[in-house]
Nanobody, 122 residues
């Protein structure tokens, strides 16, 4: 069982940055690939980025490539999402998730946090 708790969301002006954090419970954190997804109001959940258990492999969605960076600190059981150059269209609830496989599809992820709201004002 893995429990995930996101933090770091909030209100930011267009062009600003945020760093989201996701703290995980349990002693097997490094066994899980960790992903970030986002869901805007009225839209489907969308893949943002994934990182392998060791942190040696990452993959970012084309829509965030060069603007967002996923990372993790296994000693702290925490995964991060650094987001730069935010725009109003990036407003969404951002979710952290854990999977035993390195994938990008929500159905492959077994554990989910409650989400953190990111709102970007123009």
């Amino acid at each position: 069982q893995v429990q995930l708790t996101e933090s770091g969301g909030g209100l930011v002006q267009a062009g600003g940055s945020l760093r989201l954090s996701c703290a995980a419970s349990g002693r097997t954190f490094s066994m899980y690939a960790m992903g970030w997804f986002r869901q805007a109001l009225g839209k489907e959940r969308e893949f943002v980025a994934v990182i392998s258990g060791s942190g040696g492999r990452t993959y970012h969605a084309d829509s965030v490539q060069g603007r967002c960076t996923i990372s993790r600190d296994n000693a702290k059981n925490t995964v991060y999402l650094q987001m730069n150059s935010l725009q109003p269209e990036h407003t969404a609830v951002y979710y952290c998730s854990a999977a035993t496989v390195f994938r990008t599809t929500p159905s492959n992820f077994e554990y989910w946090g409650q989400g953190t709201q990111v709102t970007v004002s123009s």
